[in-house]
């Protein structure tokens, strides 16, 4: 008697297999993206974090110019003022960056330096450390 039954051999690989491989080969190009990014990048974006620490009105307006590629440039800085007003080149508009005293962050306004509201535009504040007078102690009174 023959027996008919034939053994199978598994051939390839399993499903889970291909799985961890194409995960793998996602994960290496998602890593080898963010590395050749920040090589080309990383500088200019560190660059304009410091910026934005020292002058984060001015930091914003560099930004929208930037990131515009040609399409925006800036019209008129007032560096005392922390006033910055950028212009769309092909339509003309005018968009105003300013700190806001009044809410100690930047605001934006449509239009240039005539459109911020009067009695919101101010430098932001320099933060200098509370100077505390020296306190000179009390004697205790004397025992009678």
């Given at each position: 008697m023959e027996n008919t039954?034939?053994?199978t051999e598994k051939k390839g690989m399993g499903p889970l297999g291909w799985l961890g491989i194409g995960c793998g080969g996602i994960l290496l190009a998602v890593v080898l993206g963010v590395v050749i990014f920040w090589m080309k990048f990383g500088g200019e974006f560190r660059q304009m974090a410091e910026e934005a620490k020292k002058n984060p009105a001015r930091a914003g307006a560099l930004a929208f110019?930037?990131?515009?590629?040609?399409s925006f440039e800036m019209q008129a800085e007032d560096e005392a003022g922390k006033r910055y007003t950028v212009r769309e080149i092909a339509t003309g508009k005018l968009t105003t960056f300013y700190w806001s005293a009044k809410s100690n962050s930047i605001e934006i306004v449509e239009g240039d330096f005539s459109a911020i509201p009067s009695d919101n535009s101010g430098a932001k504040p320099e933060i200098k450390p509370e100077i505390k007078p020296e306190s000179t102690p009390v004697p205790a009174p004397k025992a009678e």
């Open positions: 039954s034939e053994v110019v930037k990131m515009g590629k040609g």
